[in-house]
Every structure is written in C-alpha cells, then in structure tokens.
C-alpha cells in the first residue's frame, strides 16, 4: 500500500519535470488564471484528425499552474463513522488539480505525516500521475494510494453544456489499511464496510452489530476493535449529490479509486453517452450503464431530458462476483433537477449486481485517432503455432506470457502461511533502499534481483506484447476466481483480445484497437492481450491495481531501452533523484525490508 512510500520530498511538474530547475519550491506559487481558449464543441475539434495525435502534438499556452499539496494524517467521517486517514490537503477525495491542454503544472509536495505517533519512524511518500504517460520522466513516477483528480480542458469528442467534473467511486472501511492487512494476508481480502462517491455516503449505526461477523478472522486472529453495536439509530452521513438543470447536457468523469471493488455505475432513467476510455477519446456509444473497474477512468455524459424531474439514484453497485463490500451497504447519491431539496428517489436502493465481471467490450472502445499495431511474431510463446521468426515479421519485437498463481508462502523467516500473488512464480519484492533507477545507473546487474519481476525492452521503439494468463494454479481457492485489473505506466496499452479461454488467434485485433492505460484481466480462466510501442525509456511498473493485490507482489516491471534510460535522462532529474535516494536512507533501517505492517509486502 502506499502510506509508506519511497522518497521523502518529490516536486516536480506534472507534464516535464525539467520546469522544476527553475521553479521555487519554498513559498505557494499563485495560480494563474487564463481564459480557457479550447472550445470543447466538435466544431473545433481536432482529435478526429488523424494527423494530430495527443501523445505527440499538443498547444503551448504559455501557462504555468502551481498547486501545493501537504500529506497529512487526520480523522475523517466520509460516511460519519469516524476513522483514522492520511489526505492531501484534509480532504478525501484530495483536490483536484485542473489546468487547460498545453498548460505546464508544477506540484509542490510536503510530507506532513506524524511519524511520531501513527507511523513510527518512517512514513515517506511518492506520488504517481496516473493518466499521464511522462514521457521521458520516469524518475518522477511513482505508486499511490491516497487520491484526488486531475482535469485538462481541453476538445472533447461530443457537446455538453457544463463539465461537472470528477466523480470519484471508491470502496471504504472503517478499519484502517494498518488494521486490516494482517487478516487479509492471512485470509485474504475480506469485506469492506462500504463504498463513498466523491467521498460522502450514509451508514447505518446499526449495521456494525452485523458486519461483525464478516470479520470473524478478524476477531479471531487479531485483538483489537471489532465494531460493536452502537446506541445510535440516526443515519449517519449524507449522500453526494448533484443539481442539474433541465434541458442541459452535462459530463462526468469516472474515477474508480477503490482498493478492491468494481461498480457498475448508472443514473436511474438517463442514459450515458461514453465519450473516453482513460482519456482516450472514442467514438461515442450510449449505453445505460458503465461498468468500470480499480484505475480505470470513463467520460460519460447525459442530458437532463426527464420530464418527471426526479429525484433519481445515482448507482455505483458492486459486481457481486468481484467485489466484496458488505451486503446490506449501498453506495449511491442523488440527482436532482433544480435545488437540491433533501427528497430521497422512490425506487428502492440497490446493494449488488449478478452483471458480470466484464469490461466494457472491445467493440465499444474505439478510440477516434485510429492506432494500427504491427502483426505478432511468429515466435511470441503464446502461439500455439509459434514458429522461428522470419525476416519481415516483426521479429525484433518483444513477447512475453504472464502467468498469474496464487499460493501461501512464508515470508522472511515468518511462521505463518500468508496469501501472496505470484507472476510467473514470482512475487514482487522490492527494496526501497536500491530502487530499479538506481540498480540500473549503477550498471547493477538486474539479473541479480529475480523477485523484482523486471522484463526487459530493449531496442528502440520495439513492440512489446504481454498475455496474461488468468488460470490461475495454487494452492487456496479464495482468489482463485477473481479477475485483476490491469495497469501500466508510462503509456497507453492497446488492447488485442481480452476474454475466456480458449482464445482463438484469429480474434486478435491489431487494427485500431482499444487504447487505455488500464484493463481488466478477466476470471476465472481468463486472458488479456496488450501490446504497445517502446517510445519511453526506463522501468515501468505494471500491477493489479486492487491495492491488496499490488501488495501481495502482482506487480512487474518492464525495463525499455535500459542503456539509454541511463543516458537520456535530464541530469537535473538524475541529481534530484540521487539525492532523494541518499536522503530516504537513514529511513531504511539498514536496507532491511519495513515497508509496512506485517513486513511482508511488495513495497508498491
Ligand atoms: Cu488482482
């Protein structure tokens, strides 16, 4: 999990970190207000020319926007059960930094965590820009767990009259992350309390007295607080909401910021327009629903066109095949047409959905610039027909196949038998005191350290393709089902066949396929294809992005171009970064691995 996390102080600017030489990072910085001069009609459109790619041509507006983030710890009642929380800025979710295409943003970071009393002695923190490909700053990449948005305005690809911004959907509990991890490793992750939109959510006092015994693991194995009835009967908390307009069209921005729960997410009575898949624009369909899954993010919009005018729930349910909050738990706000009056919708709440646990389809996801992706290698290892690669077919191309296992293993002398996720029999340790950016400037030998999962790139935008194998063996059947979601940094991964085995070869898509940062791997039994151009140099992490996963060591690392990561690298970045790294040591406690409670995690 990210509460401890490897370097102390980061500043850096979200699109090039070079704007952080000559930035002071001593006093707040005031933002600078522009208008925005990028029309969000499709009349000025340019993201359906496909001689004008995000990635690589974008407008300079000249603007610098300076945000001011303090870490902290606090207590916070997001569904009024109070709790134990570390923020940015006090608030969950944290605050949104918003700037317009083509603005340069620089970060001002501090770490204000009590290391006195709630982490003692080390509490360090990174931040990870999820959504931003960082091309050419990979030293400022990072991993994350606390969150807050990030708006860009810019073109869309369909009107709307107003932009209400993001809609953040995460699960909560009331243990915290430290209370918890103990029990999950011991019998993996269990049933959280409930879920928040945009933070805020109702909870019934009474519902503790049953959630009790979704815990008995809990109770068993740990002392501490199991949470007992309590004498209140008042609901606690309040609902998110929002007020619209009849008549008008609005956007929305899907965040799924959960630790471990999927939603299908819905307005009662309106229907979505999908407009991007993680900032991706693609030709718009319009669907009832969304299903949307842990680091994945959808621009949807919809028109205030009902003329009974509501109220109306805005749903986020939990998939009941994978997700796990407790049953009696629903996690929904309120739209309502006009002023906001405190009525509750007359439909019943909705706790759960039987929809399965699938993405949106490939077919839905077709992204407006259209991205073709060179043919396979005849010798990639999940061909079932591979053969010695051939001139003229791609040969230079990396393939790897990615088989996930979910066993109980002991860990750093440790007695008891904890569940840990392993990538091609291997789980994910790494060690904050030597981290892969500095294993590889040292011209370390990666060779040395298997447990760190790296897959190596090596050649000047090569194609990399990655199966993931979802058959999952090992020992325990609790996960055995469950499907990941998959994320990678650094770039946007382009989707060539996703689903159930037996796949079929003949399935692959390699034209204009769908192009996010974030996929889900299907189970049980299932595959996801991914593919992508080796244009950004340096080690990139990949990982299940359901938290408890990450730490249980589904994580990887894919090495691009490690010759010229070293060398390509701003040398300012190399010197903030090695400093960083001289400065986290004396919170290392002598290269042994504490990297949170338990001592037994992948430290992502
Ligand atoms: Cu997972």
Not at 85 to 92: E, H, P, Q, R
Not at 225 to 231: A, E, I, N, S, V
Not at 325 to 330: E, L, Q, R, S
Not at 549 to 560: A, K, L, S, V
Request: hydrophobic share 35%; proline share 6%.
């Amino acid at each position: 999990m990210a509460h401890r996390l490897v370097i102390i102080l980061l500043a850096c600017a979200l699109f090039f970190s070079n704007a952080f030489a000559s930035e002071s990072i001593l006093e707040p910085q005031p933002t600078v207000h522009v208008p925005i001069t990028l029309s969000h009609n499709t009349t000025e459109c340019v993201c359906d020319n496909p001689d004008f790619y995000y990635e690589t041509d974008y407008p300079d507006t000249g603007v610098t926007r300076y945000y001011w983030f303090v870490v902290g710890d606090y207590y916070h009642r997001p569904d009024g059960h109070e709790r134990a929380t570390m923020a940015v800025n006090g608030s969950i979710p944290g605050p949104t930094i918003f700037a317009n295409w083509g603005d340069w943003v620089v970060v001002n970071v501090f770490n204000n965590i009590n290391v006195t009393d709630r982490y003692p002695g080390n509490a360090s923190v990174t931040i990870h820009w999820h959504g931003v490909n960082q091309f050419g700053t990979v030293l400022n990449d990072a991993w994350d767990g606390v969150f807050g948005g990030i708006i860009i305005n810019g073109p869309a690809s369909a009107d709307y009259e107003e932009d209400l911004g993001v809609l953040m959907i995460s699960d909560w509990t009331h243990l915290t992350p430290e209370e918890a991890y103990d029990t999950i490793q011991l019998f993996g992750p269990q049933t959280l309390s409930t879920g928040l939109l945009n933070g805020s959510n109702v909870w019934d006092p009474q519902q503790d007295a049953y959630a009790c015994p979704s815990w008995n693991n809990f109770q068993k194995n740990m002392t501490g607080t199991c949470h007992l009835k309590r004498d209140e009967t008042e609901i606690m908390g309040s609902r998110f909401n929002l007020t619209v307009e009849a008549g008008l069209t609005y956007r929305l921005r899907l965040v799924n910021a959960a630790v471990h729960n999927s939603f299908e997410f819905l307005i009662e009575g309106h229907d979505l327009t999908v407009i991007a898949a993680d900032l991706v624009p693609i030709n718009n369909y319009t669907t009832h629903s969304v299903k949307i899954f842990a680091g994945q993010r959808y621009d949807v919009l919809f028109t205030a066109n009902r003329s009974d005018r509501g109220p109306f729930w805005i749903r986020a349910i939990p998939l009941n095949q994978c997700s796990s909050i407790w049953k009696t738990a629903t996690v929904s706000g309120i739209l309502y047409y006009g002023e906001y009056d405190g009525t509750i919708p007359k439909d019943l709440e909705i706790n759960s959905t039987t929809n399965g646990c699938t993405d949106e389809p490939m077919a839905s996801l077709v992204p407006i610039v259209p991205k073709n992706v060179p043919p396979i290698p005849q010798n990639a290892p999940f061909l079932s027909n591979r053969t010695s690669c051939t001139t003229g077919h791609n040969c230079s191309a990396s393939a790897f196949v990615i088989e996930t296992t979910i066993n109980q293993v002991k860990m750093n002398g440790g007695t008891d038998d904890l569940f840990r996720w392993l990538i091609n029999n291997n789980s994910m340790t790494s060690r904050w005191g030597y981290p892969t950016a500095e294993i590889i400037n040292n011209t370390d030998t990666l060779e040395r350290y298997t447990d760190w999962n790296f897959y190596e790139v090596p050649d000047d935008h090569e194609w990399v393709y990655v199966m993931f194998d979802n058959r999952v063996k090992g020992k325990g059947n609790r996960q055995a089902s469950t499907p990941h979601p998959m994320h990678l940094h650094g770039h946007d991964f382009y989707i060539l066949a996703q689903g159930t085995y037996p796949w079929n070869e003949s399935s692959v898509q390699l034209s204009n396929p769908p192009r996010r940062d974030s996929a889900l791997l299907p189970g049980p039994g299932g595959y996801l294809l991914i593919a992508w151009e080796a244009n950004n140099p340096g080690p990139w992490l990949m990982h299940c992005h359901f938290g408890w996963h990450t730490d249980m060591g589904f994580d990887m690392q894919f090495i691009e171009r490690r010759q010229e990561f070293r060398t390509s690298m701003n040398p300012v970045d190399w010197a903030v970064y090695n400093q960083t790294c001289v400065d986290f040591l004396p919170f290392d406690l002598g290269n042994k691995l504490l990297q949170s409670v338990g001592e037994n995690q992948a430290g992502v």
